[in-house]
C-alpha cells in the first residue's frame, strides 16, 4: 500500500523485520509491510485476515481479555491504524505492545484526531476512547515508552512530505 511504503521509508523499516500488525482487519496494511519484506504478524479480533493476508502469521485474540498471544521482547516494529480507539482499555493495548516490542524497537499507533472529527467519533458506536495528541503522548509515557513522538498525520498522499500536518499518527521508540 502507499502508505506501508511511506512509513518504511520514513521509519527506515528494514527487510526483515518482525513486523505486528495490530488490529490488521483484513490485512491490506500488513500485505503492504510484507511486500517490503517485513517477517509479517497480524492480530485482530476477527480472523478476517486469514484468507486476506496468506502469507503471514495471523492470531485471533480478545487483547483486552487475554492479552498479545507473543512473548516479551518478540517484535521490531508494532504497527496499529484506527484500533485504539476502539478499546474500553487502552492502557491494555499499550502494555501489550511495550511488552511485546524489543528493546530499542519501533511503535507506530494511528489513531483519528478527534478534536477535527468529533462528529466522526459519535457517529461510530464502537467507538470507546477518544485521542488527541495530549493524551497519546501521556499514556506512552506513562506505561514505559522513551522517545515519544505524537504528530498529526493528514490522509492524503499528495500531502506527504509537502507539510508536516498530519492525522494522528503517533510514532514511538522504545
Not at 511504503?5 to 495490530?22: C, H, R, T
Not at 483484513?26 to 511486500?35: A, H, V
Not at 480507539?85 to 483519528?112: Q, S, T, W
Request: glycine share 8%; net charge negative.
Amino acid at each position: 500500500s502507499v502508505l506501508t511504503k511511506y512509513l518504511a521509508e520514513k521509519y527506515e523499516i528494514k527487510e526483515g523485520v518482525k513486523l505486528l500488525d495490530f488490529g490488521c482487519g483484513r490485512g491490506e496494511f500488513l500485505n503492504g509491510f510484507i511486500d517490503i519484506g517485513a517477517d509479517g504478524y497480524g492480530v485482530d479480533f476477527t480472523d478476517s485476515a486469514i484468507e486476506g493476508c496468506p502469507r503471514a502469521k495471523i492470531q485471533q485474540a480478545d487483547v483486552e481479555k487475554d492479552g498479545l498471544p507473543y512473548p516479551d521482547n518478540y517484535f521490531d516494529v508494532v504497527f496499529s491504524k484506527s484500533v485504539i480507539e476502539h478499546f474500553h482499555n487502552p492502557d491494555i493495548l499499550i502494555k501489550e505492545v511495550y511488552r511485546c516490542l524489543k528493546p530499542g524497537g519501533l511503535a507506530i499507533i494511528m489513531a483519528p484526531s478527534w478534536e477535527y472529527n468529533y462528529r466522526i467519533y459519535f457517529e461510530d458506536y464502537t467507538h470507546r476512547t477518544p485521542f488527541m495528541m495530549p493524551a497519546l503522548n501521556d499514556i506512552l509515557l506513562i506505561y514505559g515508552f522513551t522517545e515519544v513522538k505524537v504528530t498529526f498525520f493528514k490522509q492524503l498522499p499528495i500531502l506527504w512530505g509537502r507539510l508536516n500536518w498530519f492525522f494522528g499518527p503517533l510514532s514511538l521508540i522504545t
